[in-house]
């Protein structure tokens, strides 16, 4: 299901005026199908509602009581990736039909030029000409590593999953951000742990766990810190694929300097053939 299914669930199973069967009437397809979110669709979502539903209705009513707040937060501060990669692409686009272009155009129509004097091939086209693919195979590899990157933390910060940072996005990813995002996880599931006797183990479910002792109403707070850490998260999340186009930029730059170089060169030459 996706957020907005979800926060209607809550919505359903938090009242304390509807019966539990129509509770779960009202949690069937036909009504869940209304409330659309693009297409988005989370695990992490799946598996609250899953353990929501699995404790007695009172429980229950309260644990949803929580979560309401969740999709609106969600969709306040998830991470909007389209920008990043539309600039990434046209960057590269531009440069990749610059060095076809010339490649196959222009650097043919030399050859044949200098193929009637004297002056040296070799001597002519350096060996960017030769291995004028190496930038644009490196660049290709690199942009799809940010572009892989940018598509994992989009779903991070929409919280598709309990776990999204395994395997080789343990090295791809920062720690501090690895940790920010665990760390923003388990506050979100502090109302299904907290009565089972899981220890807290963040500053804010410890906080979390002392109002919730001392008899203060927890549900606003839960939101507050949750907004709070979501917010942190995305500022996170903005600086790191900051830093990897600053990375992309350098590369791009030094091929696109290495191509300019190579271009300049026949034309000098051609005046002295000529």
């Given at each position: ?70 999709p609106e937060l969600i969709n306040e501060f998830k991470f909007e990736h389209k920008g990043w990669l539309s ?136 939101k507050v810190l949750l907004k709070q850490q979501l917010k942190l998260l995305n500022t996170h999340i903005k600086s790191y694929i900051s ?32």
């Open positions: 299901m996706n957020w907005n299914q979800f926060g209607y669930i809550c919505r359903v199973n938090s009242s304390k005026t509807l019966s539990a069967e129509k509770k779960d009437e009202l949690s069937t397809p036909p009504y869940l199908d209304v409330y659309i979110n693009n297409g988005v669709r989370s695990k992490l979502a799946d598996d609250l509602i899953s353990k929501i539903a699995s404790q007695d209705e009172a429980t229950s009513q309260k644990k949803a009581t929580y979560y309401q707040c969740l600039y990434l692409t046209i960057v590269f686009v531009i440069y990749f039909l610059s060095s076809l272009l010339y490649q196959f155009f222009v650097v043919p129509a030399f050859v044949e030029i200098y193929s009637t004097h004297t002056v040296s091939l070799n001597h002519t086209f350096d060996d960017y000409f030769t291995y004028w693919y190496v930038p644009i195979i490196l660049l290709t590899l690199l942009l799809s590593v940010i572009f892989t990157i940018i598509l994992k933390l989009k779903n991070a910060s929409a919280l598709t999953e309990l776990q999204p940072f395994s395997g080789l996005f343990k090295i791809l990813i920062p720690r501090q951000l690895i940790n920010q995002y665990n760390s923003l996880t388990t506050t979100l599931l502090f109302p299904i742990t907290i009565k089972e006797g899981i220890e807290a183990s963040t500053p804010q479910t410890q906080h979390l766990a002392i109002c919730e002792l001392l008899g203060l109403e927890t549900q606003e707070e839960f830093k990897l186009v600053i990375v992309y930029g350098l590369v791009i730059v030094v091929s696109i300097y290495l191509f300019v170089k190579a271009a300049y060169q026949p034309l000098f030459m051609l005046g002295e053939a000529l």
